[in-house]
Every structure is written in C-alpha cells, then in structure tokens.
C-alpha cells in the first residue's frame, strides 16, 4: 500500500509538562474513541517525570513521545514541534488534563468534510471548583477574531499551517497563544464552523493548581465515569451546564454597577478591535499585560515563577 494511502486522518497534537497522572487518564480518553484512524504526537516541554514511560506503556503504535531538550513554559513551543511530524489531514488538540467523549474526533472529522470547514470545534465544558460553563459558539455580532476556542475542542486542516504560518511566540504577542491562533487564522479567511455537541471535558489548571501533585484531581473521578457509561456522564455535564445557564439568567442577582462595569467593558473592546491590537501603543501595552497574565498563572497552576 502506497504511503500516502497509510496515513491517519487525524494528528492528534499534546503538549505536556510533568504531568504523568493526568497524561494517563488524557491518552486513556483517546484510545477509547470510535474511530481508530489517528496518530497521537505527544510533545514533552522538557519533562523530568514519567511521561515517557506513559506514552509507551499502551504499548500502541499510534502513540508517539518526544522530549523538547529546553522548557518553553507554553504549548505553543510544543506544537510546533510536532507540526512537522503530523501525517494526518487534519490535526486536532488535547490538553493533558482534559478528556474527550468517545466520539469527539468522529464527530469533528464528519462535521468538518460536510461543513467543508477549513476549521470546527465542538461544545466545550470548562469544569471549575465551584463552578461549570460553555465554551461553544461565538455570541451574535462576535467574529472569530475574537472568540476564544479552548484547543481541546479544536480541529483544523494540517495545511492550515502552511497557509498561516505555526503557533505564535506567547512572549511577542498581545492576547493569549490560543486565542492569536485561531484569530490569525480567522483574519486570512480560515472558514470555522461549531458542531453543538459537547465532546471535550476541560478543568482549567489554575483553577484546580493541576500541577501541585494533588492526587485527588477530579480528572480520576471523571475519567472512571467515562470508562462506565460515558453517555451517562454527557447528559449529567449537559445537566449541569443547563442548570448554570438557568442561574446566569436569573434576574434581580447582578450586583450593583455590574451592568455599567460590562458596558464599559464592550465598549473598551469595540474601541481596542477598531484601533487595531497590532498598532502602537497598543501593542506593547497588551504585550506586557499578557506576560504578567501568563507569570500569575503559572503560580496559580502550582509551578515556580519563570
């Protein structure tokens, strides 16, 4: 058989920093998929742990790890990385402390051929310690350029990056990897499309200080579940997703000033989007303040300083 005839539909890129537990009960969601025409790229930003053994203790070709000799404090350093190696068609993402449904790639792959979208994601769950949201599709009026879609919910063309380039350096840009990616994309004309389905379960890390060596994560809770009935687990998300949005909606709780305080805000956006995040001096400002973002978080997920 020819080798381009060989070659998985899907590359699926994971970026990983000492993190072992969670990498485990993550590639564990994607080995349960309903499909099996993938190839699974994790990327080490110079990992110490056992990440390594890990990836090769599914014994599955399909699973691929490479250890980056210097840590960039980003995933971006690491998708790039894997960039090269991705034989897929399209190339989808898993953080290392989030889980997928089982047909989460599936679903993605078919929706995208019939959309003929250059780019999809699906309904996104972002699971905090006493709280739970949506990511899904952009509010009305709000383009791509500026809607934030979490990675793990993401699939896109692999000549995608041909096309735009690879992830953004985090320490040159004035808004978050993740978020400059997509908007890039978006800017050059990348068609994206939303499938309203919840596939991606996503616990953001310095909400839970995922790298403090806690071994009491809800992932391991969340993960059996998934092992269990994994349909029982979607609609009891939805569920829970329902009931937040219910609540959000509830009049009469606002605090006081808090619909002056979100007008501002709009209005400070739509001034910074019509002025051009690139153009001086907003850029450098947003820059610097996106640095300070990443320093802080990086506390809050349970890492040194940088």
């Known amino acids: 058989m020819p080798e381009e005839a060989r070659r998985p539909a899907v590359s699926v890129f ?20 309903d499909m099996a025409d993938f190839e699974v790229l994790v990327t080490g930003d110079a990992c110490t742990d056992d990440s390594e053994g890990v990836v090769s203790s599914f014994r599955d070709a399909r699973l691929t790890f490479t250890n980056r000799a210097s840590n960039s404090g980003s995933q971006a350093a690491a998708h790039n990385d894997a960039i090269p190696r991705a034989r897929g068609e399209w190339v989808a993402y898993l953080g290392h402390d989030d889980l997928w449904f089982p047909a989460h790639l599936s679903s993605l792959l078919a929706f995208a051929r019939e959309s003929r979208a250059d780019a999809v994601h699906s309904l996104c769950a972002l699971l905090g310690p006493d709280s739970v949201e949506s990511i899904g599709a952009p509010k009305p009026g709000v383009p791509y350029t500026r809607h934030f879609v979490p990675p793990s919910s993401l699939m896109h063309r692999r000549s995608l990056f041909d096309e735009i380039g690879p992830w953004g350096d985090p320490d040159r840009l004035p808004m978050p990897v993740d978020l400059e990616f997509l908007s890039r994309a978006a800017r050059r004309g990348a068609r994206v499309r939303f499938l309203p389905r919840l596939t991606v379960l996503k616990w953001p890390s310095p909400l839970w200080r995922s790298y403090s060596g806690a071994s009491d994560l809800p992932q391991h809770a969340a993960f059996a579940s998934l092992e269990k009935d994994a349909h029982a687990l979607e609609f009891a998300t939805l569920e829970k997703l329902a009931l937040a949005g219910a609540e959000a909606r509830r009049g009469g709780d606002d605090p006081p000033g808090a619909v002056v305080r979100n007008a501002v805000r709009v209005l400070v956006r739509t001034v910074v989007d019509a002025w051009g995040r690139e153009r ?27």
């Open 280 to 306: 001086w001096p907003l850029r450098p400002y947003l820059v610097r303040k996106v640095r300070r973002q990443r320093r802080a978080a990086r506390i809050r997920r349970g890492l040194p300083p940088a």
């Open 14 to 33: 994971v970026a990983t920093f000492n993190a072992a537990p969670l990498l485990r009960l993550a590639l564990g969601s994607v080995l349960r998929q």
